[in-house]
């Protein structure tokens, strides 16, 4: 069955092809024929190719033979002809005479080629010398041929003493006769002497050229480096000839190598010392010519010295090997001649130079010693070192009393006192010393290097650093018989001089500035500098708090010291009168001021009212207790009230700006008011507990006293008080078990207590402030802002109304209050929690105060 399936597919698939391909079936055959006609072609080929390659191998295979047996009978001819060299070698080294002959014939020939080049000497020489004369670039050729000529000399000594080598160690040290020495020394001396002359005149060459490297430098500097290699090479021939000598020649004989070196070392010294001693006359001629001072021409006769250093350093020393130093040399002939002469133009008294003198030599010592160091050529002269640093102390004591003088006669004027555009009051102070300092500082810039100069600058910055101090020094000693506009141009003028004193180092590239503390004396004028502008700053400061306590000085004595008083018992509304004044002062002070400033003098103001009542309050003005503690705690609170809606209300801005920035800050340093108060009212101290224990945390270890101050003036009898007295000691046990550390709001605890009663009479005026007081109303300024604006915008024109009217009312609700037995504690409550209501109340009732006449 499959043999049948494959069939039929054979016969499927004949009919298929004979089909498709039908056409083309009967060009296969001629196909057939093309292939068998090339197929028979490349066999015929393939046959007489390889046919043709069977010769030649055979042939080479035949040369190869023949070339073989060629070479073996070659072979053995030459082992003949050795075999007979051999024997024939043998034979005539038996005969001595034959020996001698050869020996003979060598040494006629070299005493001919001798003769022939000792006859020859004399006119070489000439030659060479002739070229050397000639032409000066053909020095190393020159050498080269004097070095040959000087080792046929050497060499012909030596046979000429002791023999060739060879005779010496085959006849047992042979040496010349002295009567063959002295024949032979005498008919080749003129020879001799001829190349000895030849190389001294080749070295006397070599170091002149070298002794005038400066003019080869740039005309020749070729010529230059070869007379340094033919230096070279003569150090090392000496180095050779001391090698090859035996121990008891090197013990013996002079050792030769540096000696050349030294001697050019020294026609050095003696050129430089030349050229330094012709430069520094002729200049010093040609500067008397022109009218010079004698400090002018030393030193530009000396400049003409670290010119040259400069040149041999980037010009000449690169021809030299490094052992030898030649800008130090150079340096060290300088010294030698120049600096005695420029030593004496400060070494006898240097008081008597003047500034410009004072600057031009500190500059050229500076200069010359920073160009031993960039030349590479030694450490820097330490006499000069010690010269700079009293000249620019000398400068610095000079250039400080002159501007301390002139700052003197600025400080000494009445300076007029100008409006700026934004109402700021200030002066031409600032610009005027500001003027100097930028004189005195541009001086230094300009002719001092820039290393020198900061010692300069940080001396301009010290004298306006002491200006600073002493205007500081007297508005605090005098600040009451100043005028409080001429307080406020310090502020503004201080503020000022803190802003313009960064310009003051414009000058200086920030590169410069970045360079930190590597440079001497940069740190330090940073610093100083950085201590001028917080100098000011604190000035500003310093007269804020100095304006605010003029401004207090006419409420402090005449006025707030009657808190307490009877007259104050009575109603009279010294808070009100307070207000008035401060407001008729704000003002003013607000156009005069930035606003910056401005918010700390209302701050300082307000603490200082403050202060100043609880001072008045506990100064023992009130010898007998109130005739109504109902009525006197009312009071208490008016004036709370007055004081909270002027400062806590009207310049609340001024009291964030100022830094009390916590939500009721302000308004909660007046709590010391209401717990007064509310102690005042009480029926016993058990209603008043938490108000005791706060007066206690605000007055630390004089709480106690200011506390029983306060209820003796209730009219409480000896076991009221001591009741009250066992509370308070109690409270003050807690409060000692429950911290470590009281942290008081006010920090009062410094006022002093006398007969239970804190301080003693009430402050009649204003205090400068101190800086080691511990004072809580005396906050510390925060510290001015970057970028703190000047600008103040003015107040509101002074009002003719009362801000606050008498409490009368309120008196009598309290009145009410008590006759229908509410409690002294209760009623403290009640006050607290109707404050806006007595508000209200107080602005609607009252009569005005007299206003305080204004100091001006």
């Not at 003693?760 to 205090?767: A, E, L, M, W």
Request: net charge negative; hydrophobic share 40%.
């Amino acid at each position: 069955m499959d043999e049948a399936c494959v069939k039929q597919a054979k016969a499927d698939a004949i009919k298929l092809i004979e089909r498709r391909f039908s056409e083309n079936l009967d060009e296969l055959s001629l196909f057939e024929q093309q292939y068998q006609r090339k197929l028979s072609l490349v066999d015929s080929q393939l046959t007489s190719m390889i046919a043709g390659q069977f010769d030649n191998i055979n042939k080479a295979m035949g040369t190869i033979e023949r070339t073989s047996a060629r070479i073996a009978a070659l072979k053995n001819d030459f082992n003949s002809m050795s075999e007979s060299c051999d024997r024939t070698h043998g034979q005539l080294g038996s005969f001595e005479h034959i020996r001698a002959i050869n020996i003979a014939n060598r040494n006629i020939n070299t005493t001919i080629s001798r003769i022939d080049n000792f006859t020859r000497i004399p006119q070489k020489v000439k030659r060479l010398m002739s070229a050397l004369e000639q032409n000066p670039n053909s020095l190393m050729v020159v050498y080269k041929e004097t070095q040959s000529l000087e080792d046929w000399r050497d060499e012909l000594i030596e046979e000429v003493k002791g023999g060739s080598s060879r005779r010496r160690s085959s006849r047992s040290g042979y040496a010349h006769s002295p009567e063959v020495y002295n024949k032979i020394v005498t008919v080749l001396g003129d020879h001799f002497d001829i190349v000895l002359q030849l190389s001294h005149l080749t070295r006397e060459a070599t170091i002149a050229n070298i002794s005038n490297c400066f003019e080869l430098a740039v005309d020749s500097p070729a010529l230059l480096v070869r007379s340094v290699e033919v230096m070279m090479l003569i150090e090392e021939s000496y180095k050779k000839k001391f090698e090859k000598m035996t121990q008891l020649e090197k013990e013996n004989l002079p050792n030769l190598m540096g000696n050349f070196e030294a001697e050019v070392v020294a026609g050095l010294r003696t050129s430089f010392d030349a050229r330094i001693r012709n430069q520094f006359s002729n200049y010093m001629f040609n500067a008397a010519d022109e009218g010079k001072t004698g400090i002018e021409a030393t030193l530009g006769a000396a400049t003409r010295g670290i010119v040259d250093m400069t040149l041999l350093k980037n010009d000449v020393a690169v021809c030299f090997p490094p052992k030898i130093e030649i800008v130090k040399i150079y340096r060290q002939q300088l010294e030698e001649y120049m600096l005695p002469q420029v030593a004496a133009l400060y070494s006898q008294n240097i008081q008597s130079l003047d500034i410009a003198d004072l600057l031009r030599m500190a500059t050229w010592l500076f200069n010359y010693n920073k160009a031993v160091t960039e030349n590479e050529a030694g450490e820097k002269a330490k006499e000069f070192e010690e010269a700079i640093s009293n000249l620019m102390d000398e400068y610095v004591k000079q250039v400080g009393q002159q501007t301390k003088n002139w700052f003197s006669n600025i400080e000494s004027r009445n300076s007029e006192i100008q409006v700026e555009s934004d109402g700021c009051l200030v002066t031409r102070d600032p610009e005027d010393m500001l003027n100097i300092i930028n004189m005195q500082v541009s001086v230094a810039r300009e002719q001092l290097p820039a290393e020198l100069s900061y010692a300069a600058i940080t001396s301009c910055i010290r004298e306006l650093r002491g200006a600073q101090e002493r205007l500081k020094d007297d508005i605090s000693a005098n600040w009451k018989e100043i005028e409080i506009e001429r307080v406020c141009t310090v502020v503004n003028d201080s503020y000022r001089l803190q802003d313009k004193c960064d310009m003051l180092l414009d000058a200086i590239p920030d590169e410069e500035m970045d360079q930190g503390r590597e440079v001497e004396g940069l740190e330090t004028m940073k610093e100083e500098m950085d201590s001028l502008c917080v100098g000011y700053v604190e000035l500003a400061v310093d007269a804020t708090k100095l304006a605010a306590c003029s401004v207090m000085e006419d409420l402090n004595g005449p006025i707030i010291s009657k808190v307490f008083s009877p007259a104050w018992e009575d109603g009279e509304e010294i808070m009100t009168v307070t207000v008035r004044t401060l407001k008729d002062w704000f003002t003013d002070l607000q156009k005069w001021l930035p606003e910056y400033f401005f918010s700390k003098l209302v701050r300082e103001c307000y603490n200082q009212v403050l202060k100043n009542y609880i001072e008045a309050a506990m100064g023992g003005k009130k010898a007998k207790a109130f005739n109504s503690p109902a009525r006197a705690s009312q009071q208490v609170i008016n004036d709370r009230f007055s004081l909270e809606e002027f400062f806590v209300k009207e310049y609340e801005g001024s009291l964030i700006a100022s830094g009390m920035r916590e939500v009721n800050e302000a308004s909660k340093r007046l709590d010391v008011l209401t717990w007064i108060s509310k102690i005042l009212m009480a029926k016993s101290a058990m209603d008043v507990e938490e108000d005791i224990t706060n007066m206690l945390k605000l007055f630390g270890v004089q709480g106690k006293d200011v506390i029983m101050h306060i209820v003796t003036l209730r009219k409480v009898d000896k076991s009221q008080k001591a009741d009250w007295l066992m509370i308070v000691e109690q409270n003050a046990e807690e409060i000692g078990k429950g911290c470590e550390h009281v942290q008081d709001l006010f920090d009062l605890a410094q006022f002093k207590v006398k007969g239970g009663a804190v301080g003693g009479k009430g402050t009649t005026g204003g205090s400068a402030p101190n800086s080691n007081s511990s004072n809580p109303f005396d906050d510390d300024f925060d510290a001015a802002p970057e970028g703190m604006s000047e600008g103040a915008e003015g107040g509101s024109e002074r009002s003719g109304s009362a801000m606050f009217g008498s409490m009368s009312g309120m008196a009598s609700e309290m009145a009410m209050g008590m006759a229908s037995g509410m409690s002294s504690y209760d009623m403290g409550n009640t006050l607290s929690k109707n404050m806006d209501k007595w508000k209200k109340g107080a602005q609607m009732v009252g009569k005005m105060a007299a206003r305080t006449p204004k100091k001006k």
